[in-house]
């Protein structure tokens, strides 16, 4: 760059004695040419600093992904959003400083060697050379300075919005522990759950039950049943999902009979608290699997869960007991049934 400038003074200093029309034709070639040589190589230097300061950031990255074909590359409506995006704007905003601010810098130095320049048909050739150079120079300094700068300032810049995108928001803090930790609700069931297996209070339960009932697998419910000290069947304890598959394993363990029973598992889980008798309205269903698990030797089977549904059909022709006498007063008071239950004995007549 600094020959090219010092052709263009030698060339303006052999035109000083030439006709002024000739000369200034002469000297806009020769200042086109060499404008155009110094950009080209300015735009190279700042291509380099550019790719320099990319591979100082992030280094090599090879992306081959990147150059693949994609189709909402050529959609129009998605390259409008990026064109006019926020990032967009800012890099715009970004190049635009940077050129107005290297105009600054350009104009300075030339606005502060003007009245050299005006001297220069009369310093000669040396002093010309000098003069370039000495311009050419602090051209350097002051756009390496301004880039050094502007490459801090836009690190930094970039850092900080990397870390401010990368960080959560208060309610992504709050969903994230949500998903850790569960549902506070799940959390504080779990934490009772965990409290009644390590106390011992679930085990004993399932182990004083005489049957467990249960849908497949989502539901399980222990009876409790005595002839003199709990005459009318009580729910010791209930339980879904893993406290079910716990309570479940809890009763095997132990040769607790398991029946599924789908619709009864379910009235008794929904309708009867944990302590509490069983409705009226489960005494005939309750009585008849009673009936049938109290029938089974279960210590002796392989298999401790039995289909009710199916059971039920063979035990109906072995009843030999009354399941439930029932006592209701009615509105006019006019007849009464003794509500009882028990597993008396008594004649087949009555069933």
Not at 175 to 201: A, C, F, N, V, Y
Not at 297 to 322: C, P, W
């Amino acid at each position: 760059m600094i020959l090219i400038l010092i052709e263009s003074i030698t060339f303006t200093l052999q035109l000083v004695n030439k006709p002024f029309s000739y000369a200034l034709t002469q000297l806009s070639h020769a200042l086109i040419e060499s404008l155009t040589s110094a950009l080209l190589f300015l735009g190279a230097g700042v291509i380099v600093a550019t790719v320099g300061s990319v591979f100082l950031q992030v280094g090599v990255v090879i992306a081959s992904k990147a150059i693949g074909f994609k189709s909402e590359h050529i959609n129009p409506v998605s390259n409008f959003k990026q064109i006019f995006s926020l990032h967009s704007v800012v890099e715009l905003c970004k190049s635009s400083l940077k050129v107005i601010m290297l105009s600054l810098i350009f104009a300075f130095f030339f606005y502060y060697y003007a009245s050299t320049f005006r001297a220069l048909p009369y310093c000669g050739l040396a002093c010309g050379v000098l003069v370039v150079s000495s311009l050419i120079k602090w051209l350097w300094v002051g756009v390496m300075v301004f880039y050094i700068v502007v490459g801090i300032l836009d690190y930094s810049f970039q850092y900080y919005k990397i870390r401010k995108d990368l960080k959560m928001s208060k309610d992504d803090v709050k969903q994230e522990h949500k998903d850790l930790e569960g549902d506070p609700q799940m959390k504080t069931r779990r934490r009772e759950m965990q409290s009644e297996i390590q106390s011992g209070s679930l085990a004993q339960s399932v182990k004083q039950s005489v049957a467990v009932v249960r849908n497949p697998t989502h539901i399980a419910v222990c009876l409790g049943y005595h002839p003199t000290d709990m005459p009318i069947p009580r729910v010791l304890e209930k339980g879904s999902d893993a406290q079910a598959n716990y309570i479940v394993n809890i009763a095997e363990r132990n040769c607790i009979p398991v029946v599924e029973n789908v619709e009864l598992a379910r009235s008794l889980f929904f309708e009867v608290e944990r302590g509490d008798k069983i409705p009226e309205t489960l005494f005939e269903p309750v009585a008849a699997l009673l009936r049938m698990v109290m029938k089974i030797d279960y210590a002796h089977s392989t298999e401790t869960t039995i289909n009710a549904f199916g059971m039920l059909l063979q035990a109906t022709a072995k009843v030999k007991r009354v399941i439930a006498y029932r006592a209701v007063l009615d509105d006019k008071g006019e007849r009464l049934k003794i509500i009882a239950f028990s597993l008396a004995q008594a004649p087949d007549s009555v069933l």
